[in-house]
């Protein structure tokens, strides 16, 4: 008779009899999840319950085997005589030499685990070989995958454990990064919202989901999807005591699959999206349902564009029919929305420039470049557009030491004060990473307003009317016309 593992055996025999684990689950008591991790060799039964498991298995497949007349398959696949009678107790023993033979190789594959664990004891090292760690995982890692954090946001900001991402270039093609957030420790000090803004205008290749840490408490665990986990234990000023590091493969894939679920059964409270929607069950058409509105732009000036300007735009990506319609609906709303309804700009005046200079912009889910006869039409329209509404104001955050991580910022924030998303520069994303933060938290949205409002405290910050905006473009139109002339992309 062959040997081979237990979970290659099991497979042979699901297969052969085509059983589904769920029949499985019920003959033997397990739940399904057991059963995969059986028959995939992640884990095997047992020790104590093994006789009776394999008593269990066996005669179901032998069974089975009898009633679909392949007893001549089995024999030559257990490549024992034909002529043997008690099938069952040939499964049994095929199992039984099986497990016994998976047991020696996990004794095997268990010392090498024991001297493959680390751990490291004092908040130096301990974050010193995180950083490190980190470091070479993501230099070399090149496909998708996902990284759980069962720690908090602001606990791991005072730890610096960003800095190794904030220095080290994402080779991955998409690297999602959940982790649970405090809010009240997120509003409790600015510093906090000022890391979260920056760390996400950084670190524009990754995906973040943040999800309620009352659901997370307690864990401390860093998960790598089939890389590594360490778990850490916290000291009174939550500085690192102690942290173990686990390499296996197969421990580490058992652990991924059991902490997935603590997020898995959780609304996150700001995440990743590829896209907004712009139908009129989309996300947009909700979001514009309201009266005011705040929106921090770096990404170009998306609103007030002329008719024109959007029409060139839909020929220039080739719409199909249902976009044209659907932004058609967009524009009316727009249009509509923005001659009445209290609305807040506010611009680095970096984004200006840029935007004067490149005509860039990231307009609904496409990226675009005005012309520039269509960009000194954008600027007439906005100008005519604030006379009509005198409820629109526009803010320009100027340049300064203050501001210094503004600069180049490339993460907008469009607000209606109950939900609130988030867009990137597309530009400056290298991977498949998604474009778009939804803040589905009220209480998050309120948090980041709060952040907006201090910037707004700042000296290099000023407010805008109507007539201050418009004499400033007469007093400039001739230089503003002239970069733009200058920087002509048509």
């Known amino acids: 008779m062959i040997i081979e593992d237990y979970g290659t055996a099991l497979k042979k025999l699901t297969v052969m009899t085509q059983t589904k684990n769920l029949v499985l689950a019920h003959i033997t008591g397990y739940d399904i999840s057991y059963i995969s991790k059986w028959c995939n060799g992640i884990k095997l039964p047992a020790t104590k ?33 034909a002529d043997s009678d008690d099938i069952t107790f040939e499964i049994n023993q095929y199992l039984n030499a099986a497990y016994r033979s998976s047991m020696k190789k996990n004794t095997k594959r268990q010392k090498d685990f024991m001297s493959s664990v680390k751990v490291i004891a004092g908040n130096h090292d301990a974050a010193k070989f995180i950083h490190e760690l980190f470091k070479e995982k993501l230099s070399h890692i090149t496909i998708e995958t996902e990284l759980l954090i069962l720690g908090e946001f602001c606990i791991l900001t005072d730890m610096g454990f960003w800095k190794c991402f904030e220095s080290t270039p994402l080779r991955a093609s998409r690297l999602t990064i959940r982790i649970g957030l405090d809010m009240n420790t997120l509003a409790s000090d600015p510093k906090y919202m000022r890391k979260l803004y920056t760390l996400l205008n950084r670190l524009l290749n990754y995906d973040f989901i943040f999800y309620d840490y009352t659901y997370l408490k307690h864990a401390n665990m860093i998960i790598m999807e089939n890389q590594f986990a360490i778990q850490y234990a916290l000291q009174a000023d939550d500085s690192i005591g102690i942290c173990t ?14 902490f997935s679920l603590r997020f898995s059964t959780q609304n996150p409270i700001l995440a990743s999206a590829k896209v907004l929607g712009i139908d009129e069950l989309g996300f947009r058409t909700a979001f514009y349902s309201v009266n005011n509105f705040f929106f921090f732009l770096t990404n170009g000036f998306d609103f007030l564009l002329p008719s024109q300007s959007i029409d060139d735009f839909l020929e220039e990506i080739h719409a199909s029919p249902r976009v044209i319609r659907q932004i058609s609906h967009l524009r009316i709303m727009w249009e509509e929305l923005l001659s009445r309804v209290n609305v807040e700009f506010m611009l680095p005046t970096t ?13 609904t889910d496409a990226e675009y470049r005005m012309k520039a006869e269509d960009r000194k039409s954008h600027i007439k329209n906005i100008i005519y557009t604030m006379k009509k509404n005198p409820h629109i104001v526009m803010g320009v955050l100027q340049s300064s030491t203050e501001t210094a991580e503004y600069y180049e910022s490339n993460l907008s924030f469009y607000s209606n004060f109950s939900s ?67 920087h002509n992309h048509t």
């Not at 590091?245 to 059991?258: E, G, S």
């Open 49 to 81: 319950y093994i006789e009776k498991t394999n008593d269990q298995l066996s005669q179901y497949f032998a069974e089975t085997i009898a009633k679909e007349n392949k007893k001549i398959e089995l024999c030559s696949m257990l490549s024992i005589s």
């Open 245 to 258: 590091y686990i390499p296996d493969p197969v421990l580490v894939q058992d652990i991924y699959d059991r």
């Open 351 to 363: 984004s200006i420039i840029r935007y004067i200079e490149t005509g860039y912009m990231f307009f």
């Open 420 to 486: 609130a998303f988030l867009k990137k520069n597309p530009q400056y994303i290298t991977n498949e990473a998604s474009p778009f933060y939804i803040v589905s938290s009220q209480k998050l949205v309120s948090i980041f307003h709060v952040f907006f409002n201090e910037l707004k405290q700042l000296p290099t910050y000023h407010q805008y009317t109507y007539t201050e905006v418009h004499d400033k473009y007469e007093k400039y139109k001739n230089f503003i016309e002239r970069t733009i002339d200058l």
